[in-house]
């Protein structure tokens, strides 16, 4: 893993369902919030605020989404379920990382995506699903 310290000064964003605190640290080796809710091996977070608001929609669990401006206490890489395999280079700007996050604070002015546009990703989801097409973690 290296760390890309061209976007040091970037903001990153952390969606979620989860209800933190700033100064809390998200960290790998929990169930992930989705798919099969495995022990997740990496942390995912975004330097686009929209990227962001897919992982608050798509995280499972009934709680609301929640948007956390975090910061990357290691080092982090390209996330590799986007990058150069769904979008050529990264401008979802997605990364993933072994070390924690801490929480800076919440964006609590987000706009989600319509509802029609929400239902068609998560069927595309539920599709994948079915084919048994799951997230890299290697």
Same mark, same amino acid.
């Given at each position: 893993?290296?760390?890309?310290?061209?976007?040091?000064?970037?903001?990153?964003?952390?969606?979620?369902?989860?209800?933190?605190?700033?100064?809390?640290?998200? #960290?790998?080796?929990?169930?992930?919030?989705? $798919?099969?809710?495995?022990?997740?091996?990496?942390?995912?977070?975004?330097?686009?605020?929209?990227?962001?608001?897919?992982?608050?929609?798509?995280?499972?669990?009934?709680?609301?989404?929640?948007?956390?401006?975090?910061?990357?206490?290691?080092?982090?890489?390209?996330?590799?379920?986007?990058?150069?395999? #769904?979008?050529? $280079?990264?401008?979802?700007?997605?990364?993933?990382?072994?070390?924690?996050?801490?929480?800076?604070?919440?964006?609590?002015?987000?706009?989600?995506?319509?509802?029609?546009?929400?239902?068609?990703?998560?069927?595309?989801?539920?599709?994948? #699903?079915?084919?048994?097409?799951?997230?890299?973690?290697?």
């Amino acid at each position: 893993m290296e760390t890309n310290n061209e976007i040091s000064l970037q903001s990153f964003f952390h969606g979620t369902k989860a209800n933190l605190h700033p100064g809390d640290l998200i #960290k790998a080796g929990f169930n992930s919030n989705y $798919g099969k809710r495995k022990e997740a091996a990496y942390v995912y977070f975004s330097a686009t605020l929209d990227a962001a608001v897919w992982g608050a929609e798509l995280a499972l669990g009934e709680e609301p989404g929640r948007i956390y401006l975090v910061e990357p206490i290691g080092a982090f890489e390209d996330d590799p379920n986007l990058t150069d395999k #769904k979008f050529p $280079g990264n401008p979802t700007k997605s990364y993933r990382t072994l070390y924690p996050l801490r929480v800076m604070g919440e964006v609590s002015n987000w706009q989600g995506h319509a509802p029609e546009i929400l239902k068609t990703m998560k069927d595309r989801i539920e599709e994948m #699903k079915q084919l048994g097409i799951e997230a890299i973690e290697d």
